[in-house]
């Protein structure tokens, strides 16, 4: 059975519901396989920020900000730090 990018029980929050007002987001992962993991500037994970880029990055990047670090994200338009080599 192939995964489809939905897992039950996982609460990715509707396009528009966080921004900046809401999150702060330190880091944002995109690994090769198109998975995204982000992490607060408290170091920890925002579960909702989180799994397959063409579910999540919309929110992504409503919450990051200038001094938001992008590791290997597919599209620079943010400022993104790093290229994760």
């Not at 999150?23 to 396989?33: A, E, G, H, P, Q």
């Not at 925002?46 to 990055?57: F, M, Y």
């Amino acid at each position: 059975m192939k995964w489809s990018g939905t897992r039950p029980g996982r609460a990715t929050a509707p396009v528009g519901i966080m921004d900046r007002a809401t999150v702060k987001l330190k880091t944002v992962m995109c690994f090769r396989n198109g998975m995204v993991a982000v992490f607060d500037t408290n170091g920890q994970q925002v579960p909702e920020l989180q799994g397959p880029i063409e579910e999540v990055r919309a929110n992504i990047e409503a919450c990051a900000d200038e001094s938001t670090v992008f590791e290997n994200w597919p599209d620079r338009s943010h400022g993104s730090t790093s290229d994760g080599a």
